[in-house]
């Protein structure tokens, strides 16, 4: 193909890449191959492979920023994306892709804008289990910027999410998720559904350089594995010898592993009767899964027993008397052989021991296997989901990717317990105290099924609590406190039969306290519900019932339409006297008996006058005396 017709099917790609994502690198019913640019906001092409690296996608937050180092990976990427403390203590990619195994590498990087310069200390875990911890210093050797794991994806997503830890802003400078056969690496039986195999060690031993699958013709199913050459693991002025040959070798792209033909062709070997070792820093305690390549291409090698060598690692052995030609059946033909053994301390120190002529190999890999953390149960997961949503927490939380896994890391404000009969972890508690939380309260909490305590306290909750609370019946702490909740309390409530604490104070509860609630007190637990001005019932203001209230309500209306009537009958039979009085002649009985009272008094207050020289009050007729 030429040149122009290379670069129409490679811009071709891109476009279908923009349409399809994330699908968009799977070609001609190649394997999947998903290129992430961290930080990048346009689609591109790499110059020294031809693959198409996509912009960033997928992740939960952060920002992109340019990066200096070169992308040992890409040269030509020079961005990255990094998660800063508003953006909450885990990000993550989430990344659709059908179930299958993959390989998953990563670049880690950092620049002025993420880290100041600064090296970020951080964690990172694929599908909730953590698989790299960046030890401070990390930065210091080159090797330390890659890393690749290869792990089964069963829930059609990869989820890689990055974890704060020590100190400075989690970054990465690009990802990739490439399809291998689904049976590749097998360890035997489902073994490798249930473990991360994290690349330590890839080595081309005897190789003049260090270089990627693409460029050693390896066929794309492989995952485009890096392997590095060994000279760097040697000390100066070692006693070793590269070899090298240009001839075919026999049987060495076998699927599942299909391995590049370039790394039987060099090995490096010893003197005769010399040890050749290798010693490569581990995590301690942990087990290792070792894969040994072999080819016969020494030209005086031609017949079994003419080279026998023992492998250990540390001190314990891992194959008894190799020998090449013997065992693969003749010269330049590939011999692959794997074992998985513990390994107590952080050295790995693989040794090829000589028992006839020298020791040869031609490559190696070093897999530490981690076994994978299991997932958070569904319903709890999609709870929380919920309730990030409708409550709007604050993206300074985090709350991505799995809420329990990895248990260092769960979401804030989230316990967890594991059951181990389900294999699954759940929620035990939730505080999410004073973190402005808000909205209305919904049936999505009863999701959270394995829930023993619950503190909303200090939050702008408001609506009602809704009944469905009801049905949270492991709940031991239930605090709702301070916070705008109205409406009534649901007797629901008083299903929780486990609560020890309930408190709902300082809130805009109004009507009764549900009498189921008064068992809470009699049986030691703690009720609060001061401080709600319209609620009374159980622990505060007694209530009135509702009936004797109608009756008080209707007695008074009753009472004051009687005394209205009283009133306005009076007032009327009043208006009536007066009237009558002016009318009525002197001699009427009633009015004449008034004039006298009338008359009596201006005789009293004249004789009052008199007595203390004070005028009286002029009474007239005019001026009516209150008739009671
Ligand atoms: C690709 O390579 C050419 C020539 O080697 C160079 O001029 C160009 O800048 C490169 N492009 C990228 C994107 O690296
Ligand atoms: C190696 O094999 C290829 C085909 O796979 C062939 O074209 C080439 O001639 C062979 N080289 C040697 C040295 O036999
Ligand atoms: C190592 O493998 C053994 C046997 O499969 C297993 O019992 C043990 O838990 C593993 N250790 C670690 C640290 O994974
Ligand atoms: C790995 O080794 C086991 C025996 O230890 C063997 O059964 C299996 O076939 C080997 N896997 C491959 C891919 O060679
Ligand atoms: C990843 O995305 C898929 C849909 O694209 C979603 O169903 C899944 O819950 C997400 N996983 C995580 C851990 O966010
Ligand atoms: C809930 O959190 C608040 C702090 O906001 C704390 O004072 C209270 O004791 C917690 N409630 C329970 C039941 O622990
Ligand atoms: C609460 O439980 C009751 C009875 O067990 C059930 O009918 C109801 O659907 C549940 N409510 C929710 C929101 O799950």
Request: hydrophobic share 40%; net charge neutral; with cysteine.
């Amino acid at each position: 193909m030429d040149l122009p017709g290379a670069y129409s099917v490679a811009i071709l790609a891109v476009l279908c890449s923009a349409i399809m994502r994330p699908f968009a690198a799977a070609q001609n019913g190649g394997p999947l191959a998903v290129r992430i640019a961290c930080g990048s906001t346009a689609d591109s092409i790499a110059n020294e492979t031809g693959y198409v690296w996509s912009k960033d996608f997928g992740f939960s937050g952060g920002k992109g920023a340019p990066t200096k180092a070169v992308n040992g990976i890409a040269t030509h990427l020079n961005s990255l994306r990094y998660f800063d403390s508003l953006d909450g203590p885990q990000n993550c990619y989430n990344i659709s892709v059908p179930s299958g195994h993959y390989l998953t590498r990563f670049f880690f990087t950092f620049g002025e804008t993420d880290n100041a310069g600064q090296e970020p200390v951080f964690e990172l875990s694929l599908e909730g289990t953590l698989v790299y911890s960046l030890a401070p210093g990390w930065s210091s050797y080159d090797d330390n910027h890659y890393g690749d794991s290869l792990l089964h994806i069963t829930d059609g997503s990869a989820t890689v999410c990055f974890h704060r830890s020590s100190h400075g802003n989690p970054a990465i400078g690009s990802i990739e998720i490439l399809q291998l056969y689904v049976d590749a690496y097998n360890l035997g039986s489902s073994a490798n559904l249930n473990v991360i195999m994290r690349t330590i060690k890839r080595v081309t031993a005897g190789a003049a350089e260090s270089g990627y699958g693409s460029r050693m013709h390896a066929d794309a199913w492989g995952g485009d594995r890096y392997w590095a050459t060994d000279r760097t693991l040697f000390a100066p002025g070692s006693p070793t010898t590269m070899l090298h040959t240009n001839a075919n070798i026999s049987n060495f792209g076998n699927p599942p592993n299909i391995y590049p033909e370039a790394i039987y062709q060099t090995a490096t070997t010893t003197g005769p009767l010399s040890i050749l070792s290798y010693s490569i820093s581990v995590p301690s305690n942990q087990n290792y899964s070792i894969w040994l390549h072999f080819a016969e291409i020494e030209p005086g090698v031609i017949a079994p027993g003419m080279r026998v060598f023992d492998v250990k690692v540390n001190d314990d052995y891992l194959f008894h008397a190799v020998d090449i030609v013997k065992m693969a059946g003749a010269p330049f033909r590939a011999l692959i052989l794997n074992k998985t053994i513990p390994v107590a301390s952080n050295t790995l120190k693989l040794s090829f021991i000589p028992l006839v002529g020298s020791v040869s190999v031609n490559a190696f890999e070093v897999f530490q296997i981690i076994p994978r953390e299991y997932a958070t149960l569904d319903d709890n997961v999609w709870a929380l989901q919920a309730i990030k949503q409708s409550q709007d927490l604050p993206t300074r939380l985090g709350w991505n990717g799995d809420p329990c896994v990895p248990p260092v890391h769960p979401w804030i404000g989230v316990k967890c317990s594991f059951e181990s009969v389900v294999g699954a972890w759940f929620v035990s508690s939730l505080a999410l105290d004073q973190q402005g939380v808000r909205g209305q309260l919904g049936d999505g909490w009863v999701g959270l099924n394995h829930l023993q305590s619950l503190n909303l306290s200090n939050n702008i909750l408001d609506g009602v609590i809704p009944s469905s609370f009801g049905n949270l019946t492991i709940l031991t702490s239930l605090d709702l406190s301070h916070n705008r909740l109205n409406g009534q309390i649901p007797a629901s409530l008083g299903q929780l039969s486990n609560l020890k604490q309930l408190l709902l104070n300082d809130n805009l509860l109004s009507g009764e306290v549900p009498p189921e609630l008064g068992a809470l007190p009699i049986r030691g637990a703690v009720l609060n519900v001061a401080n709600n001005p319209d609620l009374c019932g159980v622990g505060i203001r007694s209530c009135t019932k509702a009936y004797v209230k109608l009756g008080l309500m209707i007695s008074l209306v009753v009472g004051l339409c009687v005394l209205a009537a009283g009133i306005i009958f009076l007032w009327r039979k009043r208006k009536a006297n007066s009237r009558g009085a002016q009318r009525l002649p002197r001699d009427a009985p009633y009015a004449k008996a008034r004039t006298t009272f009338v008359r009596d008094v201006q005789m009293a207050r004249n004789v009052l006058q008199n007595h203390f020289s004070r005028p009286a009050p002029a009474y007239t007729e005019a001026t009516p005396l209150n008739p009671y």
